[in-house]
């Protein structure tokens, strides 16, 4: 069965950065498109980045030119590069692959102070 275990959340004043990272068990994940998801307290999940097999990578306006997803498909692993970070990117952060199609991980809480 997938698993997946974000880490790399913390405390950082607006500005800041932080790198997220995330590692999927099992032996799919060169085959998936992986992204970053947060969700807030009263919102609904959503979408921070993308990146293909190929390496084709989407972002939101929220995050486009301050967000950075990348992988390492020998580790299972996956990043978030985040600078700049402002207070409302205050979230709950999840990987998994596109569509949320593996059971959620505890996500990682990064919380960005003003």
């Known amino acids: 069965q997938v698993q997946l275990v974000e880490s790399g959340g913390g405390l950082v004043q607006a500005g800041g950065s932080l790198r997220l990272s995330c590692v999927m068990s099992?032996?799919?994940?060169?085959?998936?498109?992986m992204a970053w998801y947060r969700q807030a307290p009263g919102k609904q999940r959503e979408l921070v980045a993308s990146?293909?097999?190929?390496?084709?990578?989407y972002y939101p306006d929220s995050v486009k030119g301050r967000f950075t997803i990348s992988r390492d498909n020998a580790k299972n692993m996956v990043y978030l590069q985040m600078n700049s970070l402002k207070p409302e990117d205050t979230s709950v952060y999840y990987c998994?692959?596109?569509?949320?199609?593996?059971?959620w991980g505890p996500g990682t809480q990064v919380t960005v102070s003003s």
């Open positions: 998994n692959a596109i569509n949320g199609i593996y059971p």
């Open positions: 099992g032996s799919w994940f060169s085959l998936n498109t």
């Open positions: 990146i293909t097999r190929a390496g084709d990578l």
